[in-house]
């Protein structure tokens, strides 16, 4: 089963940005809903982003107006700007689409500290 790779987590401090990246390489990328999500030391997981093929685009409320999510269907790419980072948004961060056969990648760890 294919795996997403996600990247472009590091260390940041708060207020800073960052852009993540992922890439999952399935058929009819363009026909499927992406999300990525964020687990947290000891939470369960989130939902943080979603985006449909179309351009459809809700946001968790803990990340509205600083978060933004984008695709590039020619290139099976999912992207994670985010803006005005604070240290509650410390988690590993993973993009998955619901109801492709796309496996779980490692995620990236994005950690926000001074």
């Known amino acids: 089963q294919v795996q997403a790779v996600e990247s472009g987590g590091g260390l940041v401090q708060p207020g800073g940005s960052l852009r993540l990246s992922c890439v999952a390489a399935?058929?009819?990328?363009?026909?499927?809903?992406m999300r990525w999500y964020r687990q947290a030391p000891g939470r369960q997981l989130e939902e943080v982003a979603g985006?449909?093929?179309?351009?459809?685009?809700n946001y968790a409320d803990s990340v509205k107006g600083r978060f933004t999510i984008s695709r590039d269907n020619a290139k099976n790419m999912v992207y994670l700007q985010m803006n005005n980072l604070k240290p509650e948004d410390t988690a590993v961060y993973y993009c998955?689409?619901?109801?492709?056969?796309?496996?779980w990648g490692q995620g990236t760890q994005v950690t926000v500290s001074s």
């Open positions: 998955n689409a619901p109801a492709a056969p796309l496996a």
């Open positions: 399935i058929r009819d990328f363009n026909h499927f809903l």
């Open positions: 985006i449909t093929g179309g351009g459809t685009i």
